[in-house]
């Protein structure tokens, strides 16, 4: 018996996406085929060990310049500390979270690593490990494909 495919879904080559855990919502997101991971912008890093020896990442998500950005610190007990190419082809040491992103009104789980993208023009980079996930296919000739289908009524999606 022949298991039943999942149709591709096309994402644009910049998408508007959710993070619900987080509470922001409509986050500008480049989509690269070229990324493995994906990676979210953050600032004020820094980890913290606590009396009984786990240690706990604190990071402010976007920045100040964002509609969504409120300043709350977050936190994460579960986190690495990994080896990342940047697109420069420059290898740096940086947080990986795994986080809830939304898209077509489906949540993925994946993750993101952290880093300080405020000299990028996109706050969240999609990678590929999320596409794959997804069952995506990009097409760069269109933006905001999700965040469009979101706003049809259900019987028009």
């Known amino acids: 018996?022949?298991?039943?495919?999942?149709?591709?879904?096309?994402?644009?080559?910049r998408e508007l996406v959710d993070f619900p855990e987080?509470?922001?919502?409509?986050?500008?997101?480049?989509?690269?085929t070229g990324a493995y991971t994906g990676a979210i912008h953050c600032s004020n890093m820094h980890v913290?060990?606590?009396?009984?020896?786990?240690?706990?990442l604190h990071v402010q998500l976007l920045d100040p310049?964002?509609?969504?950005?409120?300043?709350?610190?977050?936190q994460f007990a579960s986190f690495s500390l990994r080896d990342i190419r940047s697109s420069n082809g420059e290898v740096q040491e940086r947080y990986v979270i795994r986080a809830v992103l939304r898209l077509f009104d489906e949540d993925f789980e994946t993750e993101f690593s952290l880093s300080d993208r405020s000299?990028?023009?996109?706050?969240?980079?999609i990678g590929r490990t999320l596409l794959r996930q997804g069952r995506f296919l990009v097409d760069v000739m269109r933006r905001n494909v999700s965040h469009r289908m979101a706003q049809r009524p259900a019987h028009q999606r």
Do not use: C
Request: hydrophobic letters at 30%; aromatic letters at 8%; charged letters at 30%.
């Open 1 to 13: 018996m022949r298991k039943q495919r999942v149709p591709k879904r096309v994402v644009g080559r």
């Open 22 to 32: 987080f509470q922001i919502w409509g986050v500008e997101a480049k989509v690269d």
């Open 48 to 56: 913290e060990t606590r009396p009984d020896g786990r240690q706990v």
């Open 65 to 74: 310049s964002h509609p969504n950005f409120d300043g709350t610190p977050m």
């Open 119 to 125: 000299d990028m023009r996109y706050p969240v980079l």
